[in-house]
């Protein structure tokens, strides 16, 4: 992985972590669960434009919220769980979630999990990117990148994958594996048509190697007798 990871650094943009309120955060990552980034973002600025509280989130209607996250597809069931998250963050705690996430990882994974629309991916993100945490969250791109490049099985599921991944993965250097991994998924590694010939790291990938060509030795200079 090592390898893989100082390949791709030279590729992709290390992304800056931002330690944004963990509550906008989490609408940030539902938002962005099935959709394309583009959409995500604009279903986020679009939301927060009018909405960036627990309270007021709670207290729009669940009508308002679809019209303004409707660029951002599954809107409809979004905007429920948008609500239904932003009154238990409001009357659990009290509209702080800082708490839960400087939590032991296991007991913060577990409560965050217990809300509603929050799942695996989900929960690890926030635990990743607000806490600090040094794992790797598995999104969709990060899951097929690791199968094709040997590190998990076809049939493993999530834990599986992130477990595998964490493994090969030095310490310290897991939430930048899930951001150089998501991106090498997105430009090249692709779900249809990868592009395994101008592929960065097709060298180190057992799919890539068959796609490399092997080169050739260097001509002999015939030396004038
Ligand atoms: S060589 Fe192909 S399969 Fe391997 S990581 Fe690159 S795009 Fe994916």
Redesign the pocket.
């Known amino acids: 992985m090592t390898a893989i990871l100082n390949k791709l650094g030279e590729v992709f943009n290390h992304w800056r972590i931002s330690r944004e309120d963990p509550f906008l955060l989490l609408v940030r990552t539902v938002l962005s669960q099935n959709t394309n980034d583009r959409n995500s973002f604009a279903a986020f600025s679009n939301l927060t434009s009018r909405f960036k509280t627990p309270e007021q989130l709670a207290n729009a209607t669940v009508n308002e919220i679809k019209e303004l996250i409707k660029v951002g597809g599954l809107y409809q069931e979004k905007a429920k769980r948008l609500k239904e998250i932003s009154r238990l963050v409001l009357e659990k705690y009290r509209g702080n979630l800082k708490p839960v996430l400087e939590k032991p990882i296991q007991e913060a994974r577990e409560e965050l999990l217990s809300m509603p629309g929050v799942g695996r991916k989900t929960a690890d993100i926030m635990l990743a990117f607000w806490s600090g945490h040094d794992i790797i969250p598995v999104d969709t791109h990060v899951f097929r990148?690791s199968k094709?490049?040997g590190f998990a099985k076809n049939k493993d599921n999530y834990d599986e994958v992130k477990a595998k991944l964490e493994l090969a993965t030095p310490p310290g250097r897991r939430i930048e594996a899930h951001i150089l991994l998501i991106q090498?998924g997105r430009n090249?590694?692709r779900s249809r048509n990868?592009?395994?010939n101008q592929?960065p790291?097709?060298r180190l990938?057992p799919?890539?190697t068959r796609?490399v060509e092997p080169s050739r030795p260097s001509r002999r200079r015939a030396h004038p007798q």
């Open positions: 990148v094709r490049l090498l090249y590694c990868p592009l395994h592929c790291i097709n990938c799919v890539g796609y």
